[in-house]
Structure formats: C-alpha cells, structure tokens
C-alpha cells in the first residue's frame, strides 16, 4: 500500500509540475507499412504521372514532406488536393507529450472494437480478416523525440496473441481471458535519426523491430512484404531525388542474419529502377558483411561454414516501375534465390538443386472523380516451387516464433516475401471508389493455383522451431531430418526421386485452387472515427491438394477504430 500510495504521489506531481503540450511530429518518425499515407502519396504522385521513393516502408516523415514537396499544389485535382492535405495535416498532427524543450514524452491512444464471424468454423478454411488485419484493442503508440534530431517509439498495445487471433472461435478483439492476451509486444520498436547536408540530399539511420515494404503491393511483395513481422533491423540511407542507397541487416531468428545492400534510380520522375542484394547466414554476424559498399556473392560464403552445407542462401531482387501517362503506374519486380546457369546444367548433370525464382507484376490507377478516387488495380505473382527455400530451413527464407500464452506448441512461419509462399500462381483485382477522409466501397477477386510447396505446408510436421536447429548431418537425426525435408537431395531420395523434385514445375502436385470474393466499406462520421465492414466468401477446389476434396465459407469482420489521442 505504502508503493501504491507513494505512486500516487509521484504522479500527482508529474501531472502538476511538469509542462504537457501537443506538438507535431518530428521528422524522424517513423510511418509504418500499411498506412493511408501510403496510398494518399501513390494517388497525388500518379496523378501529376509521376513517380518518388515513397512506394518503400516504413518513411519517415521526413522523407515523406520531402518527395510530397515535388507535388503541384495548384496542379491537382480537387481529390488530390484533398489528399495532399490530409498528408500535409498527418506529419504536422499534433501529438500528447510533457517533458523539457529538447526532450519529449508523447504518446497517441488509438482504440480498435472488432468483430468477426465465420461460417466454417473448423480448421478448414483460414480467416481472409487474419491475424495481419486484426486491430489492436487498444493501442497505445508511445515515443521519446529529442526536436527534429531522434526518434524513439515502441507499441503499447492491449491486444489478442496471434494464437488467439487465427482460432477458428475468436469472435471479438477484445482479450477474454488471461491466455489471450499478447505479453510479446511491442511488436513493432524503433530509433530513428538523421542528417540533412543540403535541401536535396538527407542521411538516415535506424535500427528497431517491425515489418518492412521492398515496395507497396496489392498481395505483399515477393522481395519482402509486410507479411514478415517481427525481425529486427538496422538501416543506413541516403537519399536525394534521384537516386537512393540502403544498407540493411535483419535479424530472423538467433544466428540468422541477412544482409543486403540496394539502390534505387529515379529518371525523368517517370521511370524507377531498384537492385537489391542480399545474403542470409546461418550464423553470428559478421563485420566482414556490414561493409556498405560491396558485392557479397564475391565472398564465396557458402565455403566458409562446414564441409557438407553451405549455411547461406544468395538472394538477388530488381524492381522496374513506370508511369506512362498521369493516373497510371506499371510496375515489375524479380526475385531469385538459386537460378542453375546452363554450365552448370550441362557440366554437373549428377547436381539436382532446383531453382528459385518469382516474378511479380502490376498495373495500378487513381482516377479523380467527384472529390474522390477511383482506384483499379490488378496484380499477378509467380514463384518457383522450390524458391526461398535452401537445403535445410534453417538458411532458407523464413522466420519462425511462438506465443509465450496459449498454445505455445503452434508455430507460426513467415516467408520474406509474399505471404503465399513457394509453388504459387496468383492473381488479384481490386476496385474501389473512395472520398477521402470519409467513406469508401471496393470490392476484390483473388485466384491462387497453389502446388505441394505452396503456403507454409512444408513445415508441417517437421519439428522445427525457433532455438531449435535443424540438423542434417550424418547422424541419425540428421538422416531423418534430411528424408523430411522437402529440398531435392539425391543422398537420401536417390538419384530418380532427386531428379523429379528438381524438375518440379508451379504448380506442383495435384492443384490446389483458391478463390476469394471480398467486399469493403468504410465510413468516417468524424476525422478520428472509422467504421469498416468486410464481408468475404472462400471457394476452394482441392482444398490442401487432396483432389475431389472441395471447402467453401462465408466469414464476416466489422470494425470501429477510434483515436482517443
């Protein structure tokens, strides 16, 4: 009683003696992956036909304000100026904070009331409103700004697990019992800092926790996608109109680091190249891979870490978009883990590692109509049956986790890149109509033609989870590891069966063929009130590749999000 009691006190002062204002952001902060903004800056870019850096998250707010300035106010439409402000409004938004003048305490208070039925309610069909769309109950954004020099942010929140959030039985967003809650977060954490030398040219640097965007997608990036939560990073940019530069480390699991470098060119502000390369380690980091200016596959990693396994995946990824006329975006991305060059299919025939690519393409448009939007896109993807996938899952490219309550024996897996995996042919069409700021109504198709390897399916029943590793050696459970693994191996499949798994062509197997109806509406009565209403309906044929095996449901989510502060 005597803490309590002494708590109360100490509070009691804090809220009497010490300053509280609003002030706007600070430029080092972050905006995180999926945001509005990131469609508002998409819809004003495209409709003056041109293209910036602002389609990559998180940005900064810095980095925002920077690439909005190129806009022509006077220029836009009356939707677009409408979206130029609401962009313009966001990052001088003022926040709750106290503290002396250098350094503030803030924090925002965000409250998401969601529900959810579904029709299916074993564990045949996933929910389309998972565990990536469900909001927090309450969310509480708290950041420490030093002016405009640093940022430091992480995510309170009073929310569901992710157990909780993919059960079949979970109805409501708010925690009902002690097991359901989250005890993991923040999920998502940060510092953020930066340096401009003159009006066009800016160094940045962050190290934290979340998800990130190689580009902004409709199904989520093959190269990484903000389906990939939860590793940490640490960021070196630079940035100019032009031209950008990063370097990055993300960490997956223990001893799982992969390290990239890319550049992205910008040319008349209509066309944007980007290459990026990567190599994932299944080790301890490494000085030699933090050199920023370098090319990794000239380490010949893959000698440096045992006789029979190489502990590393090489990962290359580009990115083309253009914008041919105002309203209008095309945009291609390439991505590749192993490609067998025809020397080495000619000279080493006994070799049977397959290969692993994926293409991804689209065609966007924001069309002003009425102080509003209309909004059409279509997205194809591709990958390879075998792609961002290794000898063994501990190099491949992929995270694994578990909850710390409720059943802490599932394990969730998360690709780098799209959310479906390997051995993947998809396509999806949306269309929409939204003023912005107040309502708006869409609705999507999804076709997915899904093989054997497609999904997380691979991992089932492997036995492979974070701080366990899996061994393939020449031990008996390094024997049995390498038959469970999906991997072509002619050691332990034999030649013929080695042989066929490389060949394997997307789909593979007996196809499974998802589809997907979805409708959303949103309404905002005030600036700070949302309601959402998402009905959604799920056909699939050959549902987990059993042929004649045919699963359906009708599933339902309404939300109402609300910033308190």
């Known amino acids: 009683m005597k803490i309590l009691s002494s708590f109360k006190k100490f509070l009691w002062i804090v809220l009497l003696y010490v300053p509280f204002f609003s002030f706007a952001r600070g430029k080092n902060e972050l905006v995180k992956n999926g945001h509005w903004i990131y469609d508002a800056l998409a819809a004003v870019s495209m409709e003056e036909g041109r293209l910036d850096f602002t389609d990559r998250s998180p940005l900064s707010v810095g980095e925002i304000l920077f690439f909005l300035d190129e806009a022509e106010y006077s220029s836009l439409s009356s939707a677009g100026k409408l979206q130029y402000d609401r962009i313009k409004n966001y990052c001088s938004q003022e926040s709750f904070e106290f503290?002396?003048?250098?350094?503030?305490?803030?924090?925002?208070?965000?409250?998401?009331?969601?529900?959810?039925?579904?029709?299916?309610?074993?564990?045949?069909?996933?929910?389309?409103?998972?565990?990536?769309?469900?909001?927090?109950?309450?969310?509480?954004?708290?950041?420490?700004?030093?002016?405009?020099?640093?940022?430091?942010?992480?995510?309170?929140?009073?929310?569901?697990?992710?157990?909780?959030?993919?059960?079949?039985d979970n109805f409501l967003s708010v925690p009902l019992a002690a097991d359901e809650i989250d005890i993991n977060f923040p999920d998502t954490g940060y510092f953020s800092t930066s340096h401009n030398f003159t009006e066009n040219a800016?160094?940045?640097?962050?190290?934290?926790?979340?998800?990130?965007?190689?580009?902004?997608?409709?199904?989520?990036?093959?190269?990484?996608?903000?389906?990939?939560?939860?590793?940490?990073y640490l960021e070196l940019g630079f940035y100019t109109p032009n031209f950008r530069y990063s370097m990055n480390v993300n960490q997956f699991n223990?001893?799982?680091?992969?390290?990239?470098?890319?550049?992205?060119?910008?040319?008349?502000?209509?066309?944007?190249?980007?290459?990026?390369?990567?190599?994932?380690?299944?080790?301890?980091?490494?000085?030699?891979?933090?050199?920023?200016?370098?090319?990794?596959?000239?380490?010949?990693?893959?000698?440096?870490?045992?006789?029979?396994?190489?502990?590393?995946?090489?990962?290359?990824?580009?990115?083309?978009?253009?914008?041919?006329?105002?309203?209008?975006?095309?945009?291609?991305?390439?991505?590749?883990?192993?490609?067998?060059?025809?020397?080495?299919t000619s000279n080493f025939k006994d070799d049977t590692t397959p290969n692993g690519l994926a293409f991804q393409g689209g065609i966007e448009s924001f069309v002003p109509c009425n102080d509003g939007y209309f909004h059409f896109w279509l997205e194809g993807t591709y990958t390879d049956a075998y792609m961002y996938i290794k000898e063994s899952p501990d190099w491949s490219m992929v995270r694994n986790y578990r909850e710390n309550l409720g059943d802490t024996k599932y394990v969730f897996y998360e690709w780098i890149g799209t959310p479906?995996?390997?051995?993947?042919?998809?396509?999806?069409?949306?269309?929409?109509y939204e003023k912005p700021a107040k309502w708006s109504l869409g609705a999507s198709y999804l076709l997915k033609a899904c093989g054997k390897n497609s999904g997380t399916k691979i991992f089932k029943n492997l036995g492979w989870h974070e701080g366990n590793e899996y061994v393939i050696d020449d031990s008996d459970d390094g024997k049995k590891n390498r038959e469970n693994w999906i991997f072509p191996d002619s050691d332990s499949q034999g030649s013929d069966e080695a042989k066929k798994r490389q060949k394997a062509s997307t789909p593979s197997g007996t196809n499974e063929y998802v589809n997907v109806v979805s409708l959303r509406g949103t309404f905002s009565p005030k600036e700070n009130i949302t309601f959402v209403f998402q009905p959604s309906y799920t056909f699939i044929i050959n549902y987990n590749n059993e042929s004649g095996r045919n699963e359906n449901g009708f599933e339902v989510a309404f939300a109402a999000n609300i910033k308190i502060l």
Not at 264 to 275: D, G, I, M, P, Y
Not at 280 to 288: C, D, I, K, N, S
Not at 423 to 428: A, E, F, I, N, R
């Open 254 to 344: 223990v001893d799982k680091y992969l390290y990239s470098h890319e550049i992205n060119f910008r040319f008349f502000k209509k066309l944007q190249f980007t290459a990026r390369e990567s190599l994932l380690v299944f080790a301890p980091m490494e000085l030699r891979y933090l050199n920023p200016w370098t090319i990794y596959h000239g380490f010949a990693a893959w000698r440096d870490y045992g006789s029979n396994e190489s502990n590393t995946c090489d990962y290359l990824a580009l990115k083309l978009a253009y914008t041919p006329v105002k309203f209008l975006r095309l945009y291609g991305e390439f991505a590749m883990t192993q490609f067998q060059t025809v020397y080495e």
């Open 99 to 168: 503290g002396p003048d250098f350094i503030k305490l803030g924090f925002e208070v965000e409250l998401n009331a969601e529900g959810y039925y579904k029709q299916n309610d074993d564990d045949d069909l996933e929910w389309n409103y998972g565990r990536y769309d469900k909001g927090d109950f309450l969310y509480i954004p708290v950041k420490i700004e030093g002016a405009d020099y640093f940022t430091m942010m992480f995510e309170g929140k009073l929310a569901l697990n992710k157990n909780t959030k993919e059960d079949n």
């Open 202 to 232: 800016a160094l940045t640097f962050q190290i934290g926790r979340g998800a990130s965007d190689f580009t902004r997608s409709l199904t989520g990036s093959i190269v990484q996608s903000r389906y990939f939560t939860g590793s940490s």
């Open 420 to 432: 479906f995996g390997p051995d993947t042919v998809s396509g999806k069409l949306s269309i929409e």
